[in-house]
């Protein structure tokens, strides 16, 4: 038994996407989420910069009690994850794009993957998808935008609309029947990009779910689960100032 917080770590608020999915699935365990904040987007940052960062992630996790941390950033996955199980020996769970179960649900033989640029480039990435989609075409793009939108509250707006539509809509012209969310910012959009699917038969790819998963199979795995009776706490930390902060906790107060 281990009353101490899941730490969940992200470049600003996507990450509370994979958080309140492990809410969900875990209620009794409380969570702490370090939202950055003060380098975000990571996106376009040099793996170096992003693993410096990803350090400092951890290391405030570590200092307020995490007994396993979750990096719910595919961003930083794929720039520091060997980095940080290296330094760290604590559990910790990354992800990646879900590259694996779109190439095995598609029937038309195209995939849209929509992450980072970070992410497209890192070598986790190019691993996976040559290992998993032999025989599938992928049309990848970077979610131009994307980010920005989310970390300035414009998610369900018209401009969210005009910039999702630029970035989607050709790979609904390629034929893609499945499109991975392969960054954890990109759930808070699902809703715009339903919109540019339209009655198309195409099914969204949201990760969260599998990482929470995971996190409890770790937990039962090292011993390291809460007692049934613990109460969940919830606490929020940052890189950026109090207002950043405070806007976290709004957002995670919005996530049913
Ligand atoms: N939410 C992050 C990801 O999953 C990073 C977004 C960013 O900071 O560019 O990739």
């Given amino acids: 038994m281990n009353n101490s917080p899941i730490g969940v770590f992200d470049s600003g608020l996507g990450g509370l996407s994979v958080w309140a999915e492990i809410r969900r699935r875990l209620p009794a365990e409380s969570l702490v989420y370090y939202g950055d904040g003060k380098h975000c987007p990571y996106g376009r940052k040099s793996a170096e910069e992003i693993t410096e960062y990803a350090i400092e992630a951890v290391e405030r996790l570590l200092s307020k009690g995490a007994k396993l941390v979750v990096v719910a950033c595919n961003t930083a996955t794929g720039a520091a994850i060997r980095t940080l199980r290296e330094r760290y020996t604590i559990p910790i769970v990354g992800m990646e794009p879900a590259v694996k179960p779109a190439a095995q649900a598609t029937r038309t033989g195209v995939i849209g993957i929509l992450a980072t640029r970070r992410s497209l480039e ?8 040559a290992h998993y989609a032999a025989g599938v075409e992928i049309v ?34 390629k034929g893609v029947d ?16 339903r919109k540019v ?7 969204i790819i949201d990760p969260s779910p599998a990482i929470a998963a995971r996190v409890e199979q770790l937990l039962e795995q090292y011993d390291l689960q809460c007692d049934a009776t613990n109460i969940a706490t919830y606490r929020f930390i940052s ?12 957002f995670a107060e919005r996530i049913k």
Avoid: N, W
């Fill in 239 to 250: 890189a950026a100032d109090e207002e950043y902060v405070a806007r976290i906790r709004e």
């Fill in 122 to 129: 890192s070598e986790l990435y190019r691993h996976t998808s």
């Fill in 178 to 193: 499945q499109i991975v969310l392969g960054c954890t910012h990109y759930p808070f959009l699902k809703d715009t990009i």
């Fill in 197 to 203: 699917v339209g009655d198309r038969k195409v099914h």
């Fill in 140 to 173: 990848q793009s970077e979610g131009e935008g994307f980010v920005e939108l989310v970390e300035r509250g414009m998610s369900d707006s018209d401009e969210a609309l005009s910039v999702v539509g630029r970035v989607v809509e050709p790979m609904l012209q």
